[in-house]
């Protein structure tokens, strides 16, 4: 196995098989992160269900592999069934990754009821249903791990005016850790992926100098992260190779919290 390093740039890394056969669920497959969490675990071997609302997901350069099933996260019954639906179209369910996130921006004094309402029912009622619908399916698989992406709003309240999205993710780390404690017995492992900032619909949505001065690389290693790096991490973390990890955060900002 040969890695490629230079300085200042992603490293060229081989191909994995970590997720090899097993059935995976990624919400917000339309985005950055969540096509490059298709292509991966597609590339790696397993089967994937990816979902998104329309007309992103029919729009989004998926594979042709990936199964495609819209779904609007912020009805619930949409995210009650949603797991039963990928189940269904890949004859289970192995792990669950819930990417999916609405960002809400402005100013904390003129933000409305609304506002906060709909970053709650995306970023942390929709994972909420999703693993709660999941658990039956996720019972039968060999190795089921549920991963949910955080940012690190919850830890810092954002970068940007972005309290309710903040209040959302940090929220989710919360709950992460305890559906991980009532899980565990049954052999699921829930934990959390902190992403760094990567380009994608979400980001164009920050301040713009605040975006100029991520691109310039802010981080320990002077760099921004590919999205492949991401990708493997959050795959790296839901397979079988990390058995032991539950309930905490898998952490690929290259930043300090």
């Known amino acids: ?13 081989p191909q994995v098989d970590w997720v090899r056969g097993f059935r995976v669920l990624v919400t917000g497959a339309a985005g950055a992160l969540g096509t490059g969490l298709v292509e991966e675990a597609l590339a ?5 269900a990816a979902t998104g609302r329309e007309p992103s997901l029919s729009a989004a350069e998926l594979p042709a592999e990936a199964v495609r099933i819209a779904a609007d996260l912020a009805d619930t019954d949409a995210c009650l069934a949603l797991p039963g639906r990928a189940a269904e179209a890949l004859g289970g369910l192995d792990i669950v990754i819930n990417n999916a996130a609405l960002l809400v921006r402005g100013d904390f004094s003129e933000l409305t009821p609304d506002d906060f309402e709909q970053a709650w029912r995306v970023n942390l009622r929709a994972p909420i249903l999703i693993m709660q619908a999941s658990r039956p399916y996720l019972e039968q698989s060999v190795a089921p791990a549920i991963v949910n992406v955080i940012s690190t709003a919850a830890f810092n309240g954002g970068i940007d005016p972005v309290a309710p999205y903040a209040m959302s993710k940090g929220g989710l780390l ?9 899980y565990g017995p049954l052999g699921i492992r829930v934990l959390c992926l902190n992403p760094p900032g990567m380009e994608g619909k979400m980001r164009k949505q920050l301040d713009p100098e605040l975006n100029a001065k991520m691109r310039a690389g802010s981080g320990l290693l002077h760099r921004m992260a590919d999205i492949r790096e991401v990708a493997l991490a959050t795959l790296f973390a839901a397979s079988p190779y990390a058995s032991f990890i539950t309930g905490s955060v898998v952490d690929t900002t290259a930043l300090i919290l």
Do not use: D, H, W
Request: hydrophobic fraction near 35%; glycine fraction near 8%; charged fraction near 20%.
């Open 174 to 182: 919360t709950v992460t850790k305890s559906v991980a404690k009532q």
């Open 1 to 13: 196995m040969t890695i490629r390093l230079e300085r200042g740039q992603p490293p060229e890394l």
């Open 44 to 48: 790696q071997g397993a089967a994937v």
